[in-house]
């Protein structure tokens, strides 16, 4: 069983930055894949980025391509989202979600937290 919770969200101008943190309860964080995901206003949950249990393995949507970068910390048991030059699209709150299969799909992820908002304003 692992439980994770989401931080960091908050309201900002555009082309800021915020690092969001997920952090995961229980001794087993090390052999998840963990992946943020994103749900803004009136539109489906859409992924953003994952990491592999390893850390070696990163991988990002198109819209957050070079802008975004995943972390993790097994050590803490964490995993980060750091989010540069933010426009008012990546407004969405923000899911951490934890599974044992590297994949885009939300579905196959086990775990989530509750999420953290997000809101970019121009």
């Known amino acids: 069983q692992v439980q994770v919770a989401e931080s960091g969200g908050g309201s900002v101008q555009a082309g800021d930055s915020l690092r969001l943190s997920c952090t995961a309860s229980?001794?087993?964080?090390?052999?998840?894949?963990m992946a943020w995901f994103r749900q803004a206003p009136g539109k489906e949950r859409e992924f953003v980025t994952y990491?592999?249990?390893?850390?070696?393995?990163?991988y990002y949507a198109d819209p957050v391509k070079g802008r975004f970068t995943i972390s993790r910390d097994n050590a803490k048991n964490t995993v980060y989202l750091q989010m540069n030059s933010l426009k008012p699209e990546d407004t969405a709150v923000y899911y951490c979600?934890?599974?044992?299969?590297?994949?885009?799909?939300?579905?196959?992820?086990?775990?989530w937290g509750q999420g953290t908002q997000v809101t970019v304003s121009s």
């Open positions: 979600a934890a599974g044992r299969v590297v994949t885009m799909t939300a579905n196959e992820y086990i775990y």
């Open positions: 229980g001794r087993t964080f090390s052999l998840y894949h």
């Open positions: 990491i592999t249990a390893s850390g070696t393995i990163r």
